[in-house]
């Protein structure tokens, strides 16, 4: 067997009759002569994009108790204040974005 060919079996024979396997520490495993790996990950995201999301969500309270936190923090922070808007001028437009924080064990948070 050629030892630069990429394609020939790293284990002995004797390891394949008695059973053995050897094993990877980068998490590979050899598939069809080659290396490969898989990741696969299932995600459910329910992140509100807007408050009818958060109307409609299982953790509507918890959406509606960070949504007043953040805007409390604001305020106290006098990042603004709130003031009326003279007649001849257009109020700026802002979009809130909320993100989905799990705890350790992973459960919502918030």
């Not at 002995?12 to 050897?22: A, L």
């Not at 995201?45 to 807007?50: A, E, K, L, N």
Request: with cysteine.
């Amino acid at each position: 067997m050629d030892e630069t060919d990429p394609s020939s079996a790293t284990s002995d024979s004797s390891d394949e009759e008695s059973g053995e396997v050897d094993f990877d520490p980068n998490g590979l495993e050899a598939v069809s002569g080659g290396y490969h790996q898989v990741h696969a990950v299932n995600v459910v995201d329910d992140t509100p994009q807007s408050f009818k999301d958060i109307e409609a969500s299982p953790n509507k309270a918890k959406w509606l108790e960070a949504t007043q936190d953040e805007y409390d923090s604001l305020v106290n922070n006098g990042t603004w204040t709130l003031t009326d808007l003279p007649p001849d001028r257009k109020a700026l437009e802002c979009k809130l974005i909320w993100r989905t924080k799990f705890d350790a064990m992973g459960q919502f948070t918030k």
